[in-house]
């Protein structure tokens, strides 16, 4: 589990509304939300750029026994998964809180702190599309073609 906010009372449900209302402070709008085993998606439209995270959040059974092996009642599994849970929505409070103030305070421009999270036409992230790509281009020595605003092939680290 993360260190920061690993002992918050916070609920996760909490912790989503504070998001939410940082985001429309910010300007944010048109909002999606949805949780599955292990994870949770948060979106929202900013910019006239549309936005998500994935929060990977633990599985129940990840929490069948103590950090000294052995095991957890119902309950005491059930707590633990819960508090973790809080911490990853916390986190992802502070991130995206940072984020916004960095866009507003002008350190940042929101396509930079956004950019992996923006959400392409076919459905994917910026970061989707570009990972694989990122680590061709340091497996291979050259940045592909497909890379935008890039004309040919440029040894990496020889600018």
Not at 44 to 51: A, C, E, G, L, W
Request: proline letters at 4%; aromatic letters at 10%.
């Amino acid at each position: 589990m993360g260190q920061y906010a690993k002992n918050t009372n916070v609920s996760s449900e909490l912790s989503r509304l504070e998001i939410e209302k940082i985001l429309i402070k910010y300007g944010a709008d048109n909002f999606v939300y949805a949780t599955m085993n292990g994870k949770a998606l948060i979106g929202f439209t900013m910019y006239s750029k549309q936005v998500k995270f994935i929060l990977p959040l633990p599985l129940k059974d990840e929490f069948e026994l103590t950090n000294t092996g052995r095991k957890r009642t119902e309950n005491s599994q059930y707590e633990a998964w819960e508090q973790a849970c809080r911490q990853r929505w916390r986190a992802l409070k502070l991130v995206v809180q940072a984020k916004l103030e960095a866009v507003e305070c002008g350190i940042s421009e929101f396509e930079d702190e956004f950019m992996a999270n923006i959400v392409l036409p076919d459905g994917r992230t910026v970061g989707d599309f570009m990972k694989p790509q990122i680590e061709q281009a340091y497996i291979g020595g050259k940045i592909p073609k497909l890379l935008p605003m890039l004309d040919g092939e440029r040894q990496v680290g020889n600018d």
